[in-house]
């Protein structure tokens, strides 16, 4: 397959790359120290277009293909994690979301404003127990004729106190199962609504993750998105789209731990020569290189698939697969080739060893994954 990019994807790629660079690069290790909300780096982001890529220019958004948006999320992912998790949430789960199923109202009131970067969204649908699993939703929203009371609570939502408007998916009728659930946008502030603790994480630290508890939060039946029992499929296709931003995050994660190692091999000198020259070390990189190729391939193959209208459950989940195992493969490999070095954060890799491990679990872990593709393959 020719992945030959655009004249306009190369310039999306390079403007990422450049951001990344000058604006995300200075403070990355502190914000990682601290937990600390990229406040500033995100407003930044939303102005220059990369909160919302995908959608449509009529709401705000970018209008651009699903290469485009990997394009970006490989190159702001080699720096800082953290803030291309807000990138990817808002414009794979969030904004795509509401752009092909919210209704004309919906797209007025709140996705104008998230393709901007002047709100951020939130979704929400792990649960303490349900995990990511959309069929076991113990979160209620009863109806209660022109409105719902939501019940509930939702674990390790990304955005969770810096969110302005939640995709809320819950159950309304237990009795109908999958298909009696729905999915609701939640507005901050509402009452009822809480933000729980922020989590102490071992990577992204720098993006805010919380528990949020409903209680009797009173949610507009305009609210809805889409007809009765739809939040299932929402769900599910949301989630198979945000499976593609999260392998282009892995991906960038491994670039990013990788271009840091043989940089390093070049300078550092071991035996008489540069470490690059000690097969060793040349090997490592040659595996690292070979690795990160093909997971690009993967994860521009499913984006192509959701670019022509295909189906890309398949493509997506086999590119999470295989680019979040190749995050952490090569970022241990990167602190390897650093050796000391690598455990000191200024170098920068042992923080991309610690980012790379939550691509194997948020959006499905890499046992879902498999469940996806195998079910696929064996046409079930």
Same mark, same amino acid.
């Given at each position: ?111 104008? =404003?998230?393709?901007? /970067?002047?709100?951020? @969204? ?8 349900? *995990? +990511? &699993?959309?069929? %076991? ?50 507005? =901050?502030?509402?009452? /009822?609504?809480?933000? @729980? ?8 630290? *720098? +993006? &805010?993750?919380? %528990? ?169």
């Amino acid at each position: 397959m020719d992945f030959k990019l655009t004249e306009e994807h190369i310039m999306i790629r390079d403007a990422a790359r450049d951001f990344a660079k000058s604006e995300l690069l200075a403070g990355v290790i502190e914000r990682d120290e601290k937990q600390q909300f990229p406040t500033e780096q995100i407003k930044k982001m939303g102005e220059l277009g990369f909160l919302g890529m995908m959608a449509s220019p009529e709401y705000g958004g970018g209008g651009m293909d699903t290469v485009s948006y990997v394009l970006a999320m490989e190159e702001i992912s080699k720096i800082d994690a953290s803030a291309s998790v807000v990138m990817s949430v808002n414009n794979s789960l969030v904004c795509w979301g509401l752009d092909t199923y919210g209704n004309e109202e919906q797209k007025k009131k709140y996705l104008t =404003k998230l393709t901007t /970067g002047e709100s951020l @969204g939130a979704f929400c649908l792990s649960e303490p127990e349900a *995990g +990511s &699993d959309a069929t %076991s939703q113990r979160t209620t929203a009863i109806d209660k004729g022109d409105h719902y009371i939501l019940n509930g609570t939702k674990n390790w939502i990304t955005n969770g106190n810096s969110a302005d408007f939640y995709i809320v998916i819950a159950q309304t009728d237990r009795e109908k199962k999958h298909k009696g659930i729905n999915a609701f946008i939640v507005e =901050k502030g509402w009452a /009822g609504f809480e933000i @729980g603790p922020k989590e102490q994480k071992l990577g992204i630290r *720098g +993006s &805010d993750t919380h %528990s949020l508890i409903f209680n009797d939060v009173k949610v507009p039946k305009e609210n809805r998105i889409g007809e009765d029992g739809f939040g299932f499929k929402f769900a599910m296709k949301t989630l198979s789209g945000g499976r593609i931003g999260i392998a282009a995050q892995a991906l960038g994660i491994a670039a990013g731990a990788y271009e840091l190692a043989l940089e390093y091999s070049k300078v550092r000198k071991a035996f008489g020569t540069e470490i690059c020259n000690h097969q060793a070390i040349a090997f490592k990189l040659a595996d690292m290189h070979v690795s990160i190729e093909a997971a690009r391939h993967l994860v521009m193959k499913a984006a192509v698939d959701k670019d022509n209208h295909e189906n890309y459950d398949l493509s997506g989940a086999m590119a999470k697969l295989y680019a979040s195992q190749v995050a952490m493969d090569v970022s241990v490999e990167a602190v390897q080739v650093h050796g000391g070095n690598g455990y000191v954060k200024e170098y920068h890799v042992e923080r991309l060893m610690r980012d790379a491990k939550i691509t194997q679990i948020y959006e499905g872990t890499s046992e879902i994954q498999k469940i996806v593709i195998s079910r696929s393959i064996l046409n079930k």
